[in-house]
């Protein structure tokens, strides 16, 4: 199975250089934020990807050409001038169309305007800023028991604010670090599976969006499946984000890897 990766958006102010950047080239220890998306589905043996590019692809598009061959331990001959590779590097196995989907494009035009490389089977889709310790495997055997066409992966977002539980108008308890739970309620935690019918839903157009538009589209249809994932999950929108995330790797605490 193939992972469909959207690469849109505006980016964020990366802490380090002060610049605007796409989020997926955020750094989280020495490999952006998209290597570590990727790394969660390599981890499950799923190695071809599609990114969906938008603003910024260009760089993004710089990052797999010329500094994957950085990660190589090198031996360089002066006299012939040859660069002989000393090891070998896990990422070498990695399949990666990089697609031009658009500045402007929503995500659901984005997801139509890569049908060709998808259009005759299931896929992933996620995104380029969320990090999760989500057991692939286990959303795609509850994908295929659904006999649904898109499965999304419902979490509980992280407080950024204390929690207080209340019972009868009184406080019982107090965690400054809960997550928000919402009565019989879950977002979308960005892990996705879709048969290839999604793509009778969608359009190429630049505002078909497939959160607010193709989503209750097949509610409406009973075509939509929710994987519930209660560990860990993050998305990255603020330097905040960036600074928690960083501490977990610095820690050696990284889940989205597998390491906690």
Known sequence: MKCLILCGGKGIIDPISQSRIPKALIK???RPLLWHVMKLFSGYGYNEFILALGQGGDLIKNYFINSFELLHDIEVSISNNEIKSLNKIP????KIKLIDTGISAST??????CERYLKHESFFITYSDILANIKINDLLNAHISSNKILTISGVHPPSRFGTFYI???ESITYNANAKLE???SRING?????NPNIFEKLSPINECNFENEVFNNLIEEKNINIFQHNEFWQNIDTERDIDYIQKLYDSNKRPWLGIS
Do not use: H
């Open 28 to 30: 989280i220890g020495n």
């Open 91 to 94: 990422e070498e196995n990695w």
């Open 108 to 113: 659901g035009a984005r997801i139509a305007r």
């Open 167 to 169: 019972k009868e108008n």
């Open 182 to 184: 919402m009565f019989q």
């Open 190 to 194: 960005g892990f996705m599976i879709a």
